[in-house]
């Protein structure tokens, strides 16, 4: 089992910016992918980043390219998603996952994650 545990989220400003942190208890997390995903209210759970066991390879969702950056920490069984240039439609409950995979690569699809955080809200003021 591994529990994640979500923080740093808040109130912010548009153009600002802010950092999660997602820490990892249980079974050892350096062979995990990890993703970060948010719901907004009345939409469905969409992906924003994803990053491989490694940390050698980041994916992202075309909206917040350029403008969240996915890291991670093994040493400290945690997972940052920085975000900048904040608009309100970032508005909305962030999520981060663990999926097993011990490769270089990590998914996109939210069904692949095995476990998953209890959510942090970020609301983006005008």
């Known amino acids: 089992q591994v529990q994640l545990v979500e923080s740093g989220g808040g109130l912010g400003q548009a153009g600002g910016s802010l950092r999660l942190s997602c820490a990892a208890s249980?079974?050892?997390?350096?062979?995990?992918?990890m993703g970060w995903f948010r719901q907004a209210p009345g939409k469905e759970r969409e992906f924003l980043a994803a990053i491989s066991w490694n940390g050698g390879n980041t994916y992202y969702a075309d909206s917040v390219k350029g403008r969240f950056t996915i890291s991670r920490d093994n040493a400290k069984n945690t997972v940052y998603l920085q975000m900048n240039s904040l608009k309100p439609e970032d508005t909305a409950v962030y999520y981060c996952?663990?999926?097993?995979?011990?490769?270089?690569?990590?998914?996109?699809?939210?069904?692949?994650?095995?476990?998953w955080g209890q959510g942090t809200q970020v609301t983006v003021s005008s």
């Open positions: 996952a663990a999926d097993y995979a011990p490769w270089m690569t990590a998914t996109m699809t939210q069904e692949d994650y095995d476990y």
């Open positions: 249980g079974r050892t997390c350096s062979r995990y992918a």
